[in-house]
């Protein structure tokens, strides 16, 4: 199965989240902020990440944008799960290469697990 990063600074959703995905046979790595994320990501690179937009210490578009700069990044599939659902932040997430951006209130978290299943079968007939 897939080895997900999931940046998320709520630990209630990120442990309902890591749960579900878990059932799913996933491997989770939980970051609570982007400092975390990306010592996570240096010593795994995962098949799919589930960002959080309001983090701790800054922006997750912050971390995005980073992601998609380095070549050892650049094609990991991000999902943005955020309680941020304006236009313009969902535009500005698809501009910075997020795949998809789910608003946290719109879905229960096994459809967010559905999803991610959705992304990751698409992210292998690409390969």
Do not use: C
Request: no cysteine.
């Amino acid at each position: 199965m897939a080895q997900i990063l999931l940046v998320e600074d709520d630990s209630f959703i990120s442990l309902f989240l890591e749960s579900k995905l878990k059932e799913k046979g996933h491997t989770v790595t939980v970051a609570q902020d982007t400092k975390a994320a990306e010592k996570a990501l240096k010593s795994a690179t995962p098949d799919l990440v589930l960002l959080d937009i309001i983090l701790p210490d800054e922006s997750g578009f912050k971390l995005l944008e980073r992601m998609k700069a380095a070549k050892e990044w650049s094609a990991v599939p991000v999902v943005i799960l955020s309680n941020l659902g304006q236009e313009t932040e969902i535009e500005e997430g698809k501009r910075l290469g997020a795949v998809e951006f789910l608003v946290k209130g719109n879905y229960s978290p096994e459809e967010i697990v559905d999803r991610v299943a959705n992304i990751l079968e698409q992210t292998n007939k690409a390969v």
